[in-house]
């Protein structure tokens, strides 16, 4: 059984976050402790992306994928 486009956005877009905050931490560690800053932005995102209806990455990945049921486009 293959994955819808919907579920694949979905992927993509934990895969998204995942790396960022794993980025984030990475580079922290290796270069300077204010990259952390980017997993706040990132984590205050998700808080609110349920209340505006809007997130950054399912903008970008609903302008990629148009053949896929929008995500969280602000309606």
């Given amino acids: 059984m293959g994955t819808s486009s919907t579920q ?3 992927r993509l877009h934990d895969a998204i976050v ?3 905050y794993l980025l984030s931490v990475i580079l922290a560690y290796t270069i300077n402790i ?3 800053y980017m997993a706040g932005a990132v ?5 609110i992306s349920p209340v ?3 997130c950054p990455v399912y903008f970008i ?6 053949d896929s049921e929008p ?3 602000g309606k």
């Fill in 34 to 36: 204010q990259w952390l």
């Fill in 71 to 73: 995500i969280q486009n």
């Fill in 52 to 54: 505006t209806k809007f």
């Fill in 18 to 20: 995942g790396i960022l």
């Fill in 43 to 47: 984590a205050i995102l998700q808080i």
């Fill in 61 to 66: 990945l609903n302008k990629i994928m148009p």
């Fill in 8 to 10: 694949t956005k979905i």
